[in-house]
């Protein structure tokens, strides 16, 4: 398989390589998380933070830890999700990675002590010079509620509500056959596999990851308890918004939702159950885009790590967040310029900042279209929505 690299009007042929260490993989997951892909539905991204990696795992009461797990995430739900990952080379990725999987998560826990997940996270975040709380509402937003996340993840953790994730570059036929069939007979535990395939240019100066899931089935969603997500109509997620947001923030939503109106712009929702988005889409060529979605507690997210030309690359990118942070109070950090940064609804209440914003986000969509339209129509294979960079992992 070949994709295409489009960069300043030019393709870059992209080949698949694999990885030449399993720590390579490993520590691609770890930096970026996001490539964990979505879970139950696309248009709702899960996020993860990492708790740490080579967690100990005991295989009874107060033992040191026989087995060591891969990586330890927690989304924004709190649930504990599992990664263990292997290289499509390694021949234990059948069926000995299986075994060890449901070791961890029939041993962990049940034997991690209480507390001892947030006893890691802390520990890793004080290693790496960070405060743990501002590390979670940089993942999950500024309104979470440490707390009541936290013990959430405690919850999960003892109703056996785990996610348990196999990631490789490539997961044969024999373990796809096992995953969906654990996928659809685990109740509350939901089993899937990843493969994120890298492919690099001839120089080794680029690369595309493609990640997919694997496991997703209406049958395996049909057997879950405790689903965290529902079908949202407009009505609904205004009584929501109601609920969760001030008045001020009601009426940037009513002028918002009056603008894509005047402006030929679709709305779509997401899926979580306690606080769903609101998209604003416009069809390009065959692609959806979407620049900026609205979430019922107030939340602004930018949709800055999944747009297409030319705002995949770190110039066009660094252009749009330059006309975003016009707006008052909005920061895009240099970390952030490929992924998701939110900000609160409170910051368009004036009226130049809501102008300024719609400004903006009209911009955005004609540059698309621009790009869209100066394409030629045999330039190839569209390259995924993942971003190129330095040899050694993703911008």
Known sequence: MTVYLEREGNLIE???????????LQTLIAT????????????ERNRWVLIEREVPVADRPDAAGRWSLDHLFVDQDGVPTLVEVKRSSDTRIRREVVGQMLEYAANGPRYWPLGSVRGQFEARCSGDGEDPNDVLHRTFGETLDVETWWTAVETNLRDGTLRLLFVADEISQELKAIIEFLN?????????????PQFVDETGS?????????????RAASVKTGRKWRRWTMDQWLERHHELAEPEDEEVTRRLLAWADSQGIDIAFGTAMNNPSMKFERLIGDQRVSVARLYTD?????NLGNLPSPFDDLAGLTGLAERLQEIDGVAIPQERLNRFPTFRMRLLRGEDQLARFLKTIEWAFGEIERARTNRAPNDGIEAPQARDGASEGPT
């Open 184 to 196: 659809e007979q685990m109740v509350r535990t939901t089993v899937l596999g990843v493969e994120v």
């Open 206 to 218: 680029h690369r595309t990851f493609v990640p997919a899931v694997i496991g997703l089935s209406e």
């Open 32 to 43: 970026h998380p996001d490539l964990l892909a979505g879970e139950e539905d696309s248009d």
């Open 14 to 24: 992209m080949t698949k390589r694999s990885y030449a260490a399993e720590d390579l």
């Open 298 to 302: 107030a939340g602004v997210e930018l």
